[in-house]
């Protein structure tokens, strides 16, 4: 395994001659470490393939090097890189059981017998698919086939990187739990590094130690789940990230004050050199406000409804136009139109053309 180094590494498929905003994949520098479990997240169309398939070796970049263990690979092919790679659907043997299926990429390489044996009988028992070892891969279902793929992924223990594109995609809803911690234990057993390409939250949260999150082919924000939850460094994170999403409203940010509709917000840090023309925002999870009786000081919002999550009920609002949504504290009758709203000022970001600004003490 290795540590992946990306410098000032960027792609379009249109050529290097068009508009930088038009590239699939804007300029990005950041490093891999050795043996982490990292999540490549976004919506569809935000670059994640691009950026998997830079690091494989299947696309080559428009501009910048890729570094393994600080070596440039970027002219290498993915065989080269020794890569290993695990697609959306199944890539395998329908002819060969599922243990030549699990041995194959290992007797490709020249692995000694006694070695391949142990790896699968390894691979095999952290999936769960001793008992089909002898079995043709050809009469299994589209889940059982997903894993032997997965299977042929981990099985090398030399390799670079092992990288995963949307795997879960084909398996039954109610497996996809259970792989997904899956994966989680597989590497931590196996200590390799892993990216894992996926548009699901949830996935990410629960397979990466780092998550990094693309929008627009721009990495906006790479961190553990606990950093992209609490302090969300781009509005786009803050509202992909959580369920429901950050609130996010226009206001008129000065000092330690945030005003909105002639409401005052207080703020926790002092924002007092705010880029001039810039669109100043404010982001608030809705874990972080509450709503109450309306009052005298606190913020009115209008009620459009109220969403019982099981673990907490959470208000859909309207503050003016803007939707808003916020926690109903446990036994808190909700008036049937209007309610105020209490902030947790220590969780209430200052945003500048959607990038936080830090603030000072
Ligand atoms: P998805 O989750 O839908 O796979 P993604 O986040 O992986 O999306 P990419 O597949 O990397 O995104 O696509 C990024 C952008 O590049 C998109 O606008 C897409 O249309 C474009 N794109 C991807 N592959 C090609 C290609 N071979 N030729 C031209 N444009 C492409």
Redo the contacts with the bound molecule.
């Keep these: 395994m290795a540590r992946i180094d990306l410098v000032d590494l960027a792609?379009s498929?249109?050529g290097p001659a068009a508009p930088e905003d038009s590239f699939?994949?804007k300029p990005v520098s950041m490093t891999w470490r050795q043996g982490g479990a990292y999540a490549?997240l976004?919506?569809?169309?935000?670059?994640?393939?691009?950026?998997?398939?830079l690091i494989s070796g299947i696309?080559a970049p428009t501009t910048g090097k890729i570094l393994f263990d600080g070596v440039d690979v970027t002219s290498l092919t993915t065989r080269e890189r020794n890569i290993a790679q695990v697609f959306q659907f199944p890539v395998i043997y329908d002819t060969m059981t599922v243990g030549q299926n699990l041995a194959f990429p290992l007797k490709n390489r020249g692995v000694p017998r006694a070695q391949i044996d142990a790896r699968v009988a390894e691979i095999a028992g952290l999936l769960d698919l001793e008992p089909y070892l002898r079995r043709k891969a050809t009469r299994l279902t589209a889940d059982a086939k997903q894993k032997i793929s997965l299977g042929r992924g981990l099985v090398r223990s030399d390799v670079a990187a092992v990288l995963f594109?949307?795997p879960l995609t084909v398996i039954d809803p109610h497996l996809k739990w259970e792989l997904r911690s899956k994966l989680k234990a597989l590497h931590r057993a196996l200590d390799l590094t892993m990216i894992y390409?996926?548009?699901d939250q949830t996935e990410a949260l629960t397979f990466a130690e780092t998550v990094v999150v693309?929008h627009d082919?721009r990495v906006v924000q790479a961190g553990t789940p606990e950093e992209l939850f609490d302090k969300p460094m781009h509005t786009f994170v803050g509202y992909f990230i959580g369920s429901p999403g950050m609130n996010i409203m226009p206001a008129e940010v000065k000092g330690r004050e945030a005003r909105i509709n002639g409401h005052v917000i207080a703020l926790n840090r002092s924002y007092d050199s705010l880029p001039v023309g810039a669109k100043i925002e404010i982001g608030v999870r809705p874990e972080f406000v509450n709503v109450a009786m309306p009052a005298p000081g606190l913020l009115s919002a209008q009620i459009d409804r109220i969403d019982d999550l099981g673990r907490a009920r959470f208000a859909r609002l309207r503050v003016g136009d803007v939707k808003f949504a916020a926690r109903v504290p446990v036994g808190f009758a909700v008036p049937a139109d209007q309610v105020g709203l209490i902030f947790d000022t220590s969780h209430v970001h200052v945003y500048a053309d959607s990038h936080l600004v830090e603030g000072a003490p």
């Design positions: 792609h498929y249109g699939a994949l490549l976004g919506p569809s169309g935000c670059g994640k393939t691009t950026l998997l398939n696309v594109d949307e390409v996926t548009h693309m082919g």
